[in-house]
C-alpha cells in the first residue's frame, strides 16, 4: 500500500510540473493555432537561465525563475512578432515546420554554447524529504516545484478570465474577426501570448532543473509531453493544462511503479488515444478558435 501512496503522491508533484511545461504551449495553440514545436526548447533554454544564474551569481532558482520569466517573455514577444507574424495566416503546416526549425536551431545553439552534457541546478533541500505516512516520503523539491506549476497555471487561468487582457486573449482566441472589429490588435495579442507561453516555459525550465538533468537533448521530449497534455486536458484552457498534467503524471507514475520496463510510455499514449476517441476536445476543453484572422 506505502507503494502505492508513494507512486500516487509522485505522481499528483510531477504533474504540477508537468502543467506549467505545457501551460503556454496549450495558450499559444488555442488561440493561435499555431503547434509550437519549439516548447521544449524554450523549457531547457529556462533551465539553463536558471542553472547560469544559479552558477555564476550565487540566485537561488526559485528565485532565478523570475529573471527568465521576463527574459523569455522578451525572447517570445519578439519572435513572434518579428518572424511567426509573418506566416500566421498560413496553413498550420506551415507553421508547424517554421516552429520545427526553430526548435532545431535553439537547440544547436544550447549544444555549441553549453555543450551535451547533463547538468542540473543544486539546491541544499530540494532532495531533502518529509515522512508524512509510514514509508510514504515527500521530497521538498518536487513539493515546491508543484505549488510553482499549480500557482502560476492558476494565476494564468485568473489572468484569462479576470483581466482586460485576458478577456482580449480569450476573445481572439474565440473569434479573431470579432476581435478585430471589436478594436483588439490582434498582433499585440499574439505578441502576449507567444510570449506567456516562452515565460511560462522559461519558469518550468528552472524548476525543471532543480528536479532533475538536463541537457539540449530534453528539448524534443519536453515537446511531446507538452503536446500530449494539451489535447489530454483541451486547447488554450489553463485549467485542461493542469488536469492534463495531473492525468500524466499520476499514469507515469503508476505504470513506472507496477509495469516493466518504459511501458508507463505505452499506457500514457494509450489513454491518449482513448481520450482522443471518446472526447476529442479535451477532458475539460471546448472548441475555442472559430476563424483565421489576418494581422
Known sequence: MSQFLQATLYGVLQGGLF???????????GVMNVINIAQGAFVVLGAYLGWGLATYAGIDPFLGMLVAAPVMFALGYALQRFLINLVVNAPVFITLLLTFGLDLM?????NIAFTANYRAIPTSYASRGVEVLPDVFLPLGRFLTFGVGVGVT???????????TGLSISATGMDR???????????????????????????????????GTFSPADAAHLTLISFVIAVLGGLGNPYGALIGGLVLGLIEAWGGQYLPGSWENA????????VLLLRPQGLVGRSYYAARLEV
Open 19 to 29: 502543467a506549467l511545461i505545457a501551460v503556454g504551449f496549450s495558450l499559444v495553440w
Open 106 to 110: 535553439l537547440t544547436q545553439a544550447m
Open 154 to 164: 492558476l494565476l494564468l487561468a485568473w489572468v484569462m478570465s479576470r483581466t482586460r
Open 177 to 211: 474577426g470579432a476581435a478585430r472589429l471589436m478594436g483588439i490588435n490582434a498582433r499585440h495579442v499574439y505578441g502576449l501570448v507567444f510570449g506567456l507561453g516562452a515565460a511560462t516555459a522559461g519558469m518550468a525550465g528552472a524548476m525543471y532543473g532543480t528536479v
Open 267 to 274: 499506457l500514457a499514449f494509450g489513454v491518449f488515444v482513448v
